[in-house]
């Protein structure tokens, strides 16, 4: 080969070392990429940490009209950690946010009514997004997903922002814009989610036991809660009585030896800045819920956001107590 030659085959060569290289950092992070139900995010590596669900699987039992969930949502070693559709709870889906017994409302316009007619009133809409269908309707009622995108990502650590709307009879009458920040740290998902709630009406979220922000587990297995003090054995709660909930903690675990003889959990951080909450985490339902109508009704005016701030630590072994706490003092500084 003459001289032209091996200079030109050197530029080749290193060009393509230079894009093998390339190519080998730009795997080496956090990915989003589309699949058949939604967006998965996968770490560096290649394992997959969650899917945010934005349509049914064709073929499910999901009986609530929304999907927008993070499912399935696994542990570092790959363990499935929510449920979907579940035979005791057909509307419960994964990681979500939803209320079961919800209003919106705005003045009522009665210029038509003549002298005699009302002095003031509202126009409202009940609803039901959780999916019971219970205390609200449910039809035309659904939590449509407006786009995901990955706002940034490296090999420690991927953000996104999530936009789905609050439908009733094909119009928004809310806006959910959630921030999610992933990294793994200490053999363990640490998962921050910040929800902006912004409602074109008036809103009114009704006094209930249970309902928002809610992680639904599986159950194929013992399973446990703990808090701060120790595994709970406080009385299950019930979606009738308010005050059976369990009291405001900084954070409860779910942890579940599987049948298969792997054990996992999550633990959920409450904000220092969210709303009062007490906890609806019966054990007999295997979902971790702080709920924000538990102490009474929460209002909303209109173009107001509602902030609702929550940190998963997702892992796989027993309650990873001193991570938490580490976690729970970072958020508090």
């Known amino acids: 080969m003459n001289p032209t030659g091996w200079v030109r085959a050197a530029i080749a060569l290193g060009a393509l070392a230079m894009a093998a290289r390339e190519e080998s950092m730009k795997a080496a992070e956090y990915t989003l990429a589309p ?140 806006r959910q814009v959630t921030g999610v920040v992933v990294r793994e740290e200490a053999g363990a998902y640490v998962m921050d989610l910040d929800y902006r709630l912004t409602p074109e009406r008036a809103l009114r979220l009704d006094h209930q036991a249970f309902g928002g922000f809610c992680v639904r587990a599986r159950n194929d297995g013992e399973s446990w809660y703990a808090d701060g003090d120790g595994k709970v054995t406080l009385p299950d709660p019930h979606y009738s009585t308010p005050k059976l909930n369990w009291p405001a903690r900084p954070w409860y675990d779910y942890t579940i030896a599987l049948n298969s003889g792997k054990t996992v959990g999550c633990a959920v951080i409450e904000h220092p800045e969210n709303p009062p909450s007490t906890w609806h985490n019966p054990r007999y339902v295997w979902m971790i819920n702080p709920c924000i109508v538990a102490g009474g009704e929460v209002r909303v005016n209109a173009g107001e956001p509602l902030r609702l701030r929550y940190r998963l630590v997702i892992h796989d072994g027993v309650t990873p107590k001193a991570l938490i706490e580490r976690l729970l003092e970072e958020w508090k500084r």
């Open 35 to 174: 699949d058949a139900c939604g967006m998965t995010l996968k770490a560096p590596d290649g394992r997959v940490v969650f899917t945010y669900m934005t349509r049914k699987p064709e073929k499910t039992n999901l009986a609530a009209n929304s999907t927008s969930c993070f499912h399935p949502v696994n542990t570092p070693s790959g363990e499935r950690l929510t449920d979907l559709a579940p035979g005791d709870h057909h509307h419960h889906r994964g990681v979500f946010l939803a209320w079961h017994a919800m209003q919106f409302q705005w003045p009522a316009d009665f210029s038509g009514f003549g002298p005699l007619g009302p002095t003031e009133g509202f126009n409202i809409e009940r609803g039901d997004f959780w999916g019971w269908g219970q205390f609200a309707p449910t039809g035309g009622r659904v939590i449509v997903n407006k786009g995901i995108e990955l706002a940034k990502a490296d090999a420690e650590r991927a953000e996104l922002e999530i936009v789905d709307d609050w439908m009733i009879g094909g119009k928004a009458f809310m």
